[in-house]
Structures are given as structure tokens and as C-alpha cells.
């Protein structure tokens, strides 16, 4: 039996993992509450960490609120680049492997995808456009300097899951307030991602975590397809059907919608390695139908939204 200890267990994704971890009989799983230990505090991790002494331990923790990382720079290094490095300096002394969750705004977004129409692959070099990215960029190598092949990078992006927050909660939120005559949702259509499901990250990490051999480096793992915020917006509009989502959704420019922190255009992710293991990544829109029937309800209009 594995013993499995996962960080940041109360965020969306943390929840997931732990929901799907805990109902198997291969893992033993101890999860850890931010108020339990915060990964900017070295002494922390290290105790706990050292005290459990796990196979495995998986960093869910992070700041996420890329606008807010934005003001508060200094945080957002403490805890995605300093409490990334805690823990993998915590792992080195317990002899623990760490797969650690990254993302896709490490990326420009640069990329031009007629000569790369698979997107970036894991060997990319790696240039963000905002302090959100850097400071993930920044704990991604700090682990992969401490620990090497002990630790797995996995690089996400766009998540929904349960209880949120996400993207999907936000729109839901906005859709079902107001009706038809409300002012329209705005929503940007020149960025573009691969949506990903908390739960099909989760049974990636779980497959992960089954293998025999531990699997290191960096890999990409999101769910197939890749699409902009307003074409993500428009499909959970059709799948919440118009009873309930009353309000219009209509395009703009990120020029026109401005956010505190700048956003990278194209960050498709190359998803050719996940599957050479086995992984097959099932495609956003399955994905978000089937999330959305189990968060918002039965009620929802599902047919022939896909
Ligand atoms: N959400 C996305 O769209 C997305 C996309 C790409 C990659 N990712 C990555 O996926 C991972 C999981 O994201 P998520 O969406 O599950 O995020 P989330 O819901 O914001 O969860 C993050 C968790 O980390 C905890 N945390 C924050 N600071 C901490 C600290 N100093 N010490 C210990 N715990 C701390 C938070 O606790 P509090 O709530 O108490 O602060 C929260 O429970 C993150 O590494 C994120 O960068 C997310």
C-alpha cells in the first residue's frame, strides 16, 4: 500500500484527489488542511512531511487568484516558489517522490500553432506573462533543481470541479441571475486553453500514482481540445439550456476587457507524452457536460450539446 500525502487537500482540486484516493484500497491518504501547515513556513512542512514519512506527497497548494498574485507579488513568491522549494526540500530528507501541480500560464502564449499545431510540449522553454506564471515557473524549478527525477511536474490548466471556484461556477453565477434584457456576459475570445476537469486531473494523478516505476519530469496533462473563454462560455450556456441561463453571451477583446494581470493568447498544451503512458485525455466537453449534471443538477438541458 502506497501512503499518499496531499497538501492544499481543501482546494478544488485537493478535494477531487482526496474524494478519489480515499475510496481506493492502494493508498493509504493523509491529507493536509492549510491550517494544518502552510508551505511558506519551511519548519512546518518539514515536520509534518518528516513526521508521516509518505511514498509520495502531492502539492495541491498554491495561490490561485492569478489578478490577485498581480498586487501581491511577494505573496504569491512566498507561497508558489518558496513553499514549492519548502516542500521539495522536505521530500529530499523524508526520501518521499512529489508530484507537484503546475500550469500552462508558465507560457508566453506566443506560440504560433500553425507551426506547432499540437502546442507546447514539456521541453519548452518557458517565458510567463505574469507574476502568477513566474511564480509557478520559479517553484517548478526549484523542485526540479532539489529533487530531479523524484519529482513530476504536471501541467494543467483551465480547471472546473466541484464546489469551484472556477470559471464555470462564475458563468453559472452570472447566467442564471437576470434574464434576456440584463446586459450581456462579456467574455474574451482572443485567449485560448484546454479546459480541464478536476476529476479527470485527479484520475490522471491516481494512474500516476499506481505505476510500479514513479514517473518524473515534467508532463502535460489536460483534457483534449482546445478552445477560447467565450467558446467555453457559449458551451456551458447551451448545456445549462435557456430556462435557466437567461442571460446573452457575446465576445469581446482582452484589449476591450482588461484585467490586472496580462494573460497569454495561445497556451495549448502538446498531450502526445500523457497518452505515450497510457493516459487518454477524454475530450473538455464530455467532460464539462458530465461535471455540470452532477454540480448544477438534472434539470440541466444536456442534449445535443456536445
Ligand atoms: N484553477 C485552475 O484553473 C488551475 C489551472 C492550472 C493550474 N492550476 C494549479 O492547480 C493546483 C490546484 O489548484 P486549485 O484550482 O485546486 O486551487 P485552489 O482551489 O485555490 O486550492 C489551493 C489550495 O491551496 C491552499 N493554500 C494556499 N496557500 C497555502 C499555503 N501557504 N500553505 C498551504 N496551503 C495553501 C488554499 O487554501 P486557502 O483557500 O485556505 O487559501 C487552497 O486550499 C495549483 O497548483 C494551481 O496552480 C490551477
Known sequence: ?????????????????????????????????????????????????????????????????????????????????????????????????????????????????????????????????????????????SIMSVLGKNALILRTAWLFGSGGPSFVHKIMELGTTGDQFSKPISVVCDQSGNPTSADFLSYAIAKLLRRKTFVGGVLNCTCSGFTSWYSFAQAIQRIAGPERFRRLVVPCSSGWYKTKAERPARTKLDLEKLESLGIDPPYWKYELEKFMKKEFGKTLKTKATV
Open 1 to 141: 500500500m502506497k501512503k499518499v500525502l496531499v497538501l492544499g487537500s481543501e482546494g478544488m482540486l485537493g478535494r477531487s484527489l482526496c474524494g478519489r484516493l480515499g475510496k481506493m484500497k492502494s493508498f493509504e491518504l493523509v491529507k493536509v488542511l492549510h491550517s494544518e501547515c502552510d508551505i511558506r513556513k519551511h519548519s512546518e512542512v518539514l515536520e509534518i512531511i518528516c513526521d508521516e514519512s509518505p511514498d509520495v506527497v502531492v502539492n495541491c497548494a498554491a495561490m490561485t487568484a492569478v489578478d490577485k498574485c498581480e498586487d501581491r507579488v511577494e505573496e504569491a513568491f512566498k507561497t508558489n516558489a518558496l513553499g514549492a522549494f519548502n516542500v521539495a526540500l522536505a521530500c529530499k530528507k523524508a526520501g518521499a517522490k512529489l508530484i507537484h501541480i503546475s500550469t500552462d500560464y508558465v507560457h508566453s502564449g506566443d506560440i504560433l500553432l500553425q507551426n506547432r499545431p499540437a502546442g507546447y510540449r514539456e521541453d519548452d522553454v518557458s517565458i510567463p506573462k505574469n507574476v502568477y506564471g513566474s511564480s509557478k515557473l520559479c517553484g517548478d524549478l
